[in-house]
């Protein structure tokens, strides 16, 4: 396990704790597995230019943030939430959840967005994993290996259309259908919250606990999967347009689309 030692509490950004960047404040937006509904960037567009720096700019776990904020007051609160994209004010902090972008479109060997949708309700529904870091993170690789290299605190690599193996810091753990597996990872959530203790020492991550969350298991031969990163340009469902220095480009914009860990946003056919 890790030795890194922490000396405060997570301050990763939210609507709710905003960070005081140079230009003025930064509040981050969770998008469970980068899917937006429809008109949602474009609403979120629109609020940028109107309070903050007139762009809407991606993050690597295919999040959004609004830059150049003043004091964010009631009234941008209210002007984010009408987007449809802050669905949980006690919890929009933990929503950190990254899966494939093409899953259930074209390729991969399941469909993990029911996953997506049921982790991200079991996340909110649960008082107490309020508490989880903001940099706690969750990974859904859909069994096409495209995420297969990004480090995660808990997440799944489908195995086939109804099994998953779990991932548990940098371990593997059991094989589990993929119908329970949103409870199984928020169950493993809680177990975390319960050993890492409180106060600014507490981990923010589980490879950082001093003993396993769970025994590790050997991986499953399917498990052990990789592909490269989506390119940008079209690509079989849609057409994946680069971000430039992490800014979506208005003109991009379009009904259905899936913000993607490269800084890019997936346009669906």
Known sequence: MSTTTRNRRDLCPGVFRPWPAEDGH??????????LASGALAALVEVARA?????V???GRANLQLRGLGDVSPAVV?????TGLLPSRTHELVRNVM????????????????????LDRLLCAD?????????FL???????????????????VALDDGLAQLRVGP?????VPLASAAACLVGLARRFLDVRGEGPEAPWHVAELPVPLVEPTPPDRRALVVSPPMPYGIVPGGCHVEAPDGVVDPASVADAVVVTPWRGVLVTR
Not at 99 to 118: E, F, I, K, M, Q
Not at 127 to 135: I, K, T
């Open 26 to 35: 930064l509040v981050r937006l969770r998008v469970p597995g980068g899917q």
């Open 51 to 55: 309070h903050g720096d007139g762009r």
């Open 171 to 175: 371990s593997w753990g059991a094989v």
């Open 57 to 59: 700019h991606l993050t």
């Open 99 to 118: 899966a494939s972008p093409l899953t259930g479109r074209v390729g991969g060997r399941a469909d993990v967005r029911p996953v997506v949708a049921a």
């Open 78 to 82: 209210d002007a984010i939430e009408a």
């Open 127 to 135: 008082r107490a994993l309020a508490a989880l870091p903001g940099r």
């Open 138 to 156: 969750f990974v859904l690789d859909d069994g096409r290996g495209d995420l297969a290299d990004r480090s995660c605190d808990l997440g799944l």
